[in-house]
């Protein structure tokens, strides 16, 4: 035990084979807020990666640093995820939400609901990251992810001022062209049958 203790000490840079006696290493002010800017900077380190980029791996333990974030109001806490929208994107959008602002009741009442979901299969990868309470929704602390191809299951549904409503289990990704599809083969057929029903 003593042979691989002293091994270890020497592969971390200490070259001295004695051991050192007195208190451990109590990080000053100036080495707290380095660990602190470090992390605002990026929040996604682990404390093990704060306390190396602040050159105090030798210095203090892993715990140890992870206490001295929490001190400083950084907690870990798993990654909010949010969908990935371009700039285009995000301003088609606002222009769309402001032009429902000028409808009336009766141009409110065709509009259509529909939305898809779609069901995890497999476990999804969790990342933590370093950040205040309350702060879970502001976009420096969550991840942009883009869905890719997994094994999964996506109900598309859709439901309407009147009642009618809707729902199908659908094969692969959900997109424009199949998108109309379930558009002309679930509201159409239904809208017209209930239409031509009450004549």
């Not at 006696?21 to 080495?31: I, V, Y």
């Not at 380095?34 to 333990?61: T, W, Y």
């Not at 809707?166 to 558009?183: A, H, P, Q, W």
Request: glycine content about 4%; aromatic content about 14%; some cysteine.
């Amino acid at each position: 035990m003593t042979v691989s203790r002293f091994r270890k000490r020497f592969c971390k840079g200490d070259k001295s084979p004695v051991s050192k006696s007195g208190t451990k290493h109590k990080p000053q002010g100036h080495e707290i807020f380095c660990m602190k800017r470090i992390s605002n900077q990026n929040p996604f380190l682990s404390g093990r990666e704060v306390r190396d980029e602040a050159r105090l791996n030798f210095k203090i333990f892993i715990p140890t640093a992870n206490r001295y974030l929490r001190n400083m109001g950084l907690f870990g806490r798993i990654s909010r995820r949010i969908n990935y929208h371009s700039p285009k994107n995000m301003c088609r959008r606002r222009k769309f939400c402001l032009s429902v602002k000028t409808w009336n009741f009766e141009r409110r009442q065709q509009v259509v609901f529909t939305d898809e979901v779609r069901v995890e299969l497999e476990s999804m990868h969790w990342m933590f990251v370093w950040r205040p309470i309350g702060a879970r929704n502001q976009k420096k602390y969550c991840i942009k992810w883009k869905y890719n191809e997994r094994r999964s299951l996506m109900f598309w549904s859709l439901i309407c001022a009147d009642g009618r409503r809707d729902i199908v289990c659908c094969e692969g990704t959900m997109e424009s062209v199949k998108y109309c599809s379930y558009l002309q083969n679930i509201f159409v057929i239904i809208w017209y049958e209930q239409n031509t029903a009450t004549r």
